[in-house]
């Protein structure tokens, strides 16, 4: 007799599960399997691979096609110390573009960086990093499950987020510091959290205006910082997003937001939705979530993009399921990654000790994005 699979998500089925081809935006979805040895498919909306790379270091959280064809892909640097357990799930270090050939053509290296890194296509990248606070540093961060600091050389350490932006030759030409510029108290960590990583920034991103949108996702906001100044000079009502991650521009100046739903203000039953926020009013302009909220939950990463056609394509994270609703909430595409497997990391295999198919993000492109593809 043979054994029943303990995998739940791999027991209910993978592949293609859902396709209107006659409203869903055509084209071919990237996505990066994270307890992957490195690679990256893309598929057709039949769940078929037509491209594949294979890179020798596992993700770092996401892969994206840039402008000129070419890979940007955040790789996980070997060797390198937890600085806490959760440390090896989302950390990065190895920034690479690559061909469609799988040659590497720039590469920036880091061994804070984690979460994510924006390749602007020209060499220029904007990415996530940390820096220790401790003593009086440390204790200033309010809110969090006190204790639960990281070990660090200086003792009890919370790992402040930064953000920086290098040229095409690795040189630093701006940064952006919690440490000097978040308010402790209009940013209090949720008391439920760790406070070994403060405020947990899992997504930057350059507006058209020239500023920076972030996302921080342990007090549950979404800013924008001026470029010029520093300062933050729009944030999320609080309330608004829960434990959210990639926030994105829209064309009409409005932010899509993946929320995750985790400490859901006024909400008994956690759920998942994607939002589009009016940055105007701070209201909420647009909203998906499943008919059955309850069977749309991703407590952890997720990614929404608006697709020229108005659709939108949503990345169920940790589930490993990617699908695609149009404006009035009809599903017209639905696939789930068929690739599993175990994190390599002991400290991260102890706290996700299942085979996850889980991704970061996944994307859509159009075949005139794509010229290099054989189809």
Not at 215 to 225: G, N, T, Y
Not at 287 to 302: C, V
């Amino acid at each position: 007799m043979a054994r029943v699979d303990q995998n739940q998500r791999r027991r209910r089925g993978t592949g293609l599960i859902a396709l209107d081809e006659d409203t869903a935006y055509p084209g071919y979805t990237l996505f990066a399997p994270l307890t992957g040895t490195g690679e990256v498919y893309l598929i057709d909306l039949h769940g078929e691979v037509v491209h594949q790379w294979n890179l020798p270091h596992r993700p770092g959280r996401h892969a994206r096609i840039l402008a000129n064809g070419n890979l940007a892909y955040s790789g996980v640097l070997p060797d390198e110390p937890a600085l806490f357990p959760m440390w090896h799930k989302y950390r990065g270090g190895l920034m690479q573009e690559i061909t469609p050939d799988g040659t590497v053509v720039r590469e920036h290296r880091d061994p804070l960086q984690h979460h994510d890194a924006h390749h602007y296509g020209d060499g220029r990248i904007l990415y996530t990093a940390l820096e220790p606070l401790t003593g009086d540093a440390a204790a200033a961060v309010r809110g969090g499950v006190p204790g639960s600091e990281a070990s660090g050389s200086g003792g009890d350490t919370i790992w402040a987020d930064t953000i920086v932006e290098v040229d095409a030759e690795g040189n630093r030409t701006w940064e952006w510091k919690v440490s000097e510029r978040l308010d402790r108290a209009g940013f209090p960590l949720h008391p439920d959290y760790a406070r070994e990583h403060y405020p947990l920034i899992n997504s930057v991103l350059p507006l058209a205006d020239g500023n920076i949108l972030a996302s921080f996702r342990s007090v549950s906001a979404v800013v924008v910082i001026e470029r010029a100044t520093g300062d933050i000079i729009w944030r999320s009502e609080p309330g608004v997003v829960s434990q959210q991650h990639c926030p994105t521009e829209l064309e009409n100046g409005n932010f899509l937001v993946f929320d995750n739903g985790v400490f859901r203000p006024h909400w008994d039953v956690p759920f998942s939705r994607v939002i589009e926020i009016e940055r105007s009013s701070g209201k909420i302009a647009w909203e998906y979530h499943d008919p059955a909220r309850e069977s749309f939950f991703a407590p952890f990463m997720g990614s929404a993009q608006r697709l020229p056609n108005g659709n939108t394509l949503v990345t169920d994270s940790p589930a490993g399921r990617l699908f695609e609703v149009t404006e009035d909430g009809y599903l017209c595409w639905e696939y789930i990654v068929p690739f599993f497997g175990g994190y390599a990391e002991e400290e991260v295999r102890k706290l996700f000790p299942s085979e996850p198919n889980a991704v970061f993000r996944s994307y859509r492109y159009s075949a005139a994005e794509l010229p290099w593809l054989n189809r």
